[in-house]
Every structure is written in structure tokens, then in C-alpha cells.
């Protein structure tokens, strides 16, 4: 989906087991599976609840919050911040966001229809339905713009960008053809529209700058790069050519040196965006490079489509996994200063890849994660993915004192309006404890989001059917 990095992104969307759309009545534990906006956290929705984990170390996997909210299908954590949205299958129509550091809800809102999908950064709170999209102000949830009678899209398929100063938002421009639209979600006017494939639309996902988006087809065989906001194609990468495919989830390396892409296929593909222009010196060295550049200049003399097959590049590197027809959702990542690939199955599995970013080749598995489940259940299962390895897989590390659980918490009294002017907000982003928080932790502007310690600056929201009603915490 995912996106995101989103890319945080359902594990349907091809993105997760269920993905944007809700469970598929598959059995599987999962609901969902998103990464966070920078890939260090990795949040799950269950039949029993969602987790959140941290990704900042390779062995080691934190499980930082468990909640008891069922039959969740999508859920969305903001950045590293205690913000937290939640849609389960109990009410489609209805959006909780929680601070979940503190088991509290900050707000609801309710829609005229289910819920696809949910995405966010630090401007904007995007909510997707099959046929319109609302787009909030996430400090005051503030219903900014409704985007009414938008093509049919069942599978909530849509891409924020992480970078608040321009907050472009894409989404299918048509149920039959791969139109893209491109939305700026700050300015509340349409940027551009991409013909970008012949077939409708599967993924969608921009890089950390938004100076790039990356796209799929329903067919699956080629993903392409346009620049953002011009829309002019830049890449195009085929990702085979034997049989279609289901593109599960696109996503950039933090440097937008990358893009991976899974599918419903064993094979993770990683794509470099680099414009191939070899020295004279390795051209006169191997024969190749001489039919490459024969290739290359003979091109300018076939049809499009010819030309544009032969100018395709191939992956960059790749990831071969247990299974294939396994939902999944992929992410790129830098973790203990190494660019990583990770990708969440919907076995329940985390698979954490180092990636060679100068010679590619076959990623190399670091570790297996178990993100729920009996260690017992899955022995075998490490045994045989490690054989020869000498990788092991790992429990996952849950904190001693969980936080209290939202069944715990409800029967508290409720909690008057939270305003940003809480203590433990500062005008510049400050310090508390003689922590300081790092930079890309806070937006700009007077409200950190990212404070442990006290609510996000949401203090209300109205219904998103537009009566007015206010709701509090």
C-alpha cells in the first residue's frame, strides 16, 4: 500500500492481511501491519488488539504498548509521538485516536462510510473512504477539505508525504486507467494529474523530500518514478515480464537512493535511482557495456513501448522469502547506521535484511523476528530459515510495566479539553528531564508532538459527517 511508509500501509494493500479494507476472513491473526512515517516503529493490528514496536536495534525487538481494542484493521502511529490512530471492524465508520502512553482516548470522529485507510504526518490527518477523502489539520483535527465523489477506490489506495512543509497527497484519478492525482493537502489545490499506467492503480508511495512518487499497476510487471510536483517520469523499473503480479507495498530508502517493492511473489525487489552513465573506461572494458550502449542508441529508432522496454533497469538487488501468495508489507531503513530491508509477513513474522548499497546482489538475512505467537510454534520454522545461516531468530522483548490498557482506563473519569499550552510543550522544541528531544522528533512550529509525557494537541473534533457535534476526551 503502504504506505510508508505508509509507508505505514496495511498488509492488504497488498499492503496487509486485510489490509485497508479489513480483515479478509482468512484466519490470520493479522488485521494489519504499518511501518511508522521513518520506519522505527512497526505497529500491528489483531483480532485481540494492536502492538507497537520500536525498530531501532537488528536482534533486539521492543514491544512498546499492547492494547486491547479488537478486531483492529488499521492503525497509525505519528512519527515516534504517543499519537496513535485506531479503525476496528466493530465500527468501520469510526476514527479513535488515542495517546496511547497514557491509555486515554483523545478524540473520535465518525464517517458517512467505512473507513479504507488512514494516513498522516505532521499537518495533516488524511482519511480515505471508496469515494471521498477528508483531509484534517492534525493539531486541532479540523476538517480542512472534503473531496467528494472521487473515483471508485475499494482498497483505500492513497500516499501522503512525510514532509509536513509540502504535504502532497496522491490518490487514483480513475477506476479504470492508472491516472494519478496529486493533491496538496497545505494549500487545498490540485497539483498535477499522472497518466502513469495503462491499467488501474495497486501502490502508491512518495519519498522522505516529496520530490518524488513512486507507482504500480494492477498489473504489476513495471513500477515507475515521477517528480513531484511536475509529475515528468523519471525511472522506470521492471520488476518482471513471465506473469502479472500483486505489488504489495513501494518504499524509498530514508536518502531516496532506493525503492523496494514486494509482491504476492517470494521476491522483494530493490531498485537503484540512478540514471546508468558509465565511464568510457568500463564501457571499452567488457563486451556488455558495448551492447548495452549499441542497445542504447539504436532505441531513439523503435516505437515507444519498444524503447522504453529496452531502457528499463532490473532490480538492484533482491530478497527471496519462505513463501509466496503471503500478504506482506516492506520498508527501507537505516538501523544501527546500516540500510536495511524489513519486511512483516502475515504469519507474523519480521524479517530484517542488510542491504549492500554499492554491489546489491542477494540480501543477506540478519535476523527473524516473532511478533506474536509461542516461541515453541515457530522453532521449526527458524531451524529451517537459518539452516547455514548462523542467523537465530529472537523473542520479542515486552516492558515490564505495560502501560494500562484502554479496557483499564475507561472507566476513569473523563479528562477536561487538553490545550497545547500543557507543560511540557515548549515554543522551540526544548528539552524536559535534561533529555533533549532530537530534531526530526518535532514539527515546526510553537507544539512539539512528541513529548512522553503529555497528550498531542488535539483537544476536540467534530463528527466527519459534518452535523457539528462536538466530541471531547
Known sequence: MEDRRSLGIGMETGECAGGPGGPDGSGLPFGCASFNQDST??????????KLFSLTMVEKLD???????????IVERLFSSSLVVVVSTNMPHCMNIYHFKKGTEICNYSYPNKILAVKLNRQRLVVCLEESIYIHNIKDMKLLKTLLNTPSNPSGLCALSINHSS???????SATIGEIIVYDANHLNTVTMIPAHDSPLAALNF?????????????????????????????EFRRGMKRYVNIRSLSFSPDGQFLCASSNTETVHIFKLEQIGPSEEDEAATWTAYVGKMFSAASSYFPAQVSGMMSQDRAFATVHLLTSCQKNVCTLAIIQKLLRLLVATADGQLFIYNVDPLDGGECVLAHKHRLFGDDDDDDDDNDDHNEGTGIEGSEVT???????????????????????????????GGAKKGEVIPEHEFAAGPVCLDDENEFPPINWCRDGTGDGKARRS
Not at 516492558?399 to 522551540?428: C, I, M, N, R
Open 207 to 235: 519519498n522522505a523530500s516529496a520530490t518524488k512518487l513512486a507507482s504500480a499497476s494492477e498489473r504489476g510487471t513495471v513500477i515507475r518514478v515521477f517528480s513531484i510536483p511536475e509529475g515528468q517520469r523519471l525511472f
Open 167 to 173: 504535504s502532497y497527497l496522491s490518490y487514483p484519478g
Open 63 to 73: 514491544c512498546i504498548h499492547e492494547s486491547e481494542t479488537p478486531d483492529v484493521y
Open 41 to 50: 516503529s512497526l505497529a500491528l493490528g489483531t483480532k485481540t488488539g494492536y
Open 398 to 428: 515486552v516492558p515490564t510495566q505495560a502501560f494500562p490498557s484502554y479496557a483499564a482506563t475507561a472507566a476513569l473519569p473523563a479528562s477536561g479539553p487538553v490545550t497545547a499550552t500543557l507543560t511540557g510543550y515548549s515554543e522551540d
